[in-house]
């Protein structure tokens, strides 16, 4: 009898933990799948080997005609060396490199680097017949090194290229670095050998049940030990799953009585736009501000939105204005605010456009570049979850200062880099913070 109930409760305790086992390999199936996917639309930029440069295209997708090429990378140089920022324009060979490049020093670390060519446009906004062309690296965290940025102006020397005859725009090919894919091992580690020994000392019925309990035991081992593993492995892919998602710019509510908030996604981040998750319990106000902006904290003098508790995108874009008559940029921007519900049980809205003017700082019209001269901050692309009592701020652009590296003949910047400035400045910011109570 005692033998009958052992075989028993171990057959069950088999048979449950097979179940179980079942279940998390069709979870773990699920995840892959779904990782699977994500991999193949979005690049998520990691260093595999310290030791080599590792590079990622992470441009969201082919810009319209407006800008006919607009490429985004990251870049990691690894320690132990010192690399050069080289371009060439025009007499570009087909293979290999070219022999007459301009080149910047690079420190090791990661680069985010932007590549753009566009038409050139008159007062008018016609076509010139050349093309303007830009490179930036913007180092990410390393200690002493600035932004680097070149404009280019292209010509045709020897081909048909930048207004086509049969076709009325550019024509050109482009070769660059593709996306990165990580490689998972979804193998599950074998199950070990069980020996028997002396079992010659028993009588025969003796054995049988001793051999129908070890292999029922080693079942359980194995079946138990397999559970770990998936599970352990099921968690590996929920973080990853969870990676993707935020590359999407979504999430799931991990604790309901904090703020949740996260960058999202938009083609070529115009605009920027932030998903937040606002806890129940009070009233929230969504803030900006134009210009005094401050190196840290939040602004003295804000335009609040009451929000109730729920989800809402927040988008934030800065627009240049541009004379009507001679088509150069004026010394003022445009900024689009917009709140947006992004759940059911949320119905408050609200838009802004604000005009911002220079103030203090040479940014909007920088005179040494022509172009705007300002950094910002903000919310990443990871999952952040704050105090709701405390201010979060989302978005935080201020001027900087702008120092020349180099002019071509005709006295235009082709290199330059940016500085921060001490104290408030010129600029735009938005930030959350919880409602006084009156």
């Known amino acids: 009898m005692v ?192 020996e028997l020994h002396d079992a010659d000392q028993f009588s025969l019925l003796t054995m049988v049940w001793l051999l129908t309990i070890a292999a029922l035991a080693v079942g359980l081992y194995s079946s138990g030990r397999r559970n770990t593993i998936l599970e352990a492995r099921n968690e590996e892919l929920e973080a990853e799953n969870k990676t993707y998602r935020n590359v999407l710019g979504v999430f799931d509510v991990e604790d309901p009585k904090k703020i949740h908030a996260i960058r999202a996604p938009s083609e070529n981040d115009e605009p920027r736009k932030y998903r937040i998750y606002l806890p129940p319990g009070r009233k929230y106000v969504a803030c900006y501000q134009a210009n005094r902006i401050p190196e840290r904290g939040v602004g003295e003098y804000p335009n609040p939105n009451v929000l109730a508790p729920g989800t809402y995108v927040i988008k934030v874009k800065i627009n240049r204005n541009f004379d009507r008559d001679s088509g150069e940029p004026t010394r003022s921007v445009g900024v689009d605010f917009e709140i947006d519900p992004a759940d059911e049980q949320v119905h408050t809205s609200s838009s802004a456009k604000i005009g911002i003017s ?9 005179k040494q570049t022509g172009g705007m001269a300002y950094s910002w901050a903000e919310i990443g692309r990871v ?14 652009a201020r001027a900087h200062d702008i120092k020349v590296h180099a002019r071509n003949k005709e006295g235009r910047v082709t290199s330059y880099s940016s500085k921060n400035i001490e104290g408030p400045t010129d600029g735009f910011m938005v930030w959350i913070e919880p409602q006084e109570e009156k």
């Open 3 to 194: 033998w009958l109930l052992t075989i028993a409760a171990l057959a069950v305790g088999l048979y449950s933990l097979a179940r179980r086992n079942s279940e998390l390999a069709a979870i773990n199936h699920q995840l892959a799948d779904k990782n699977k996917q994500y991999r193949k639309e979005f690049g998520i930029f990691e260093v595999e080997d310290s030791t080599k440069i590792n590079t990622m295209d992470m441009s969201p997708r082919r810009d319209s005609s407006s800008i006919l090429g607009r490429r985004q990378y990251c870049v990691y140089l690894p320690p132990g060396r010192e690399y050069f920022l080289k371009y060439q324009v025009n007499n570009i060979p087909a293979d290999g490199l070219g022999d007459c490049p301009e080149s910047r020093t690079l420190k090791p670390g990661e680069y985010e680097v932007r590549i753009s060519v566009a038409f050139e446009r008159d007062s008018n906004q016609k076509r010139t017949g050349l093309a303007v062309g830009a490179i930036s690296f913007r180092p990410v965290n390393i200690s002493g090194a600035s932004a680097i940025r070149h404009e280019l102006r292209l010509s045709e020397v020897s081909a048909d290229w930048i207004i086509n005859e049969d076709t009325g725009g550019m024509e050109y090919i482009t070769e660059d670095i593709g996306r990165v894919r990580d490689i998972h091992n979804d193998r599950i580690a074998g199950e070990r050998e069980v």
């Open 358 to 366: 220079e103030m203090w700082n040479d940014w909007i019209v920088n």
């Open 383 to 396: 999952l952040e979850l704050h105090d709701p009592t405390e201010p979060l701020v989302l978005y935080r």
